[in-house]
Structure formats: structure tokens, C-alpha cells
């Protein structure tokens, strides 16, 4: 099972399985803009852009999704 995959599972409950693509969307994103989960500070960096985009998601949803890399360091 992939990182990604397992990260995914742990962050969004079964029943709400259809939004783990959402939220691994949104991890996608954050690298696709360049940012990187490597060092703490980088991490820090990218969590709070994952939080800002799923918050926007949440707020239209009603959903409570959370990053990806939640809990990293």
C-alpha cells in the first residue's frame, strides 16, 4: 500500500472515502506549487497551504477533512 494511499485512509473516515480524493488533491496541489514536507519548516509551510485549501473545502462541503501530513513531525 502506497504512503500516499495509507495517509489518505488514516485522514478521511471510510464512510467519506469518495473526499480522500479531495484531500489527496490538495496534498498534490501544495507539491505542484512547490512546496515540499522534507524538513520541519517546510513542512510547516506546506501544512498551513493544506489547511488554508481544505478549510475552503470544508466551508463549502460541510465536511471536516484534514492534511495529509497532519501529525509528520
Not at 9 to 31: E, F, K, N, S
Not at 40 to 45: G, V
Request: hydrophobic fraction near 40%.
Amino acid at each position: 500500500m502506497s504512503v500516499v494511499l495509507r495517509n489518505a485512509q488514516r485522514a478521511v473516515p471510510v464512510r467519506r472515502a469518495p473526499l480522500r480524493r479531495a484531500v489527496t488533491a490538495a496534498h498534490g496541489l501544495c507539491h505542484l506549487l512547490g512546496y515540499r514536507h522534507d524538513t520541519k519548516p517546510e513542512w510547516e509551510q506546506m501544512y498551513q497551504k493544506e489547511v488554508q485549501i481544505l478549510e475552503e473545502l470544508n466551508r463549502l462541503t460541510g465536511s471536516r477533512l484534514r492534511p495529509l501530513t497532519a501529525g509528520l513531525f
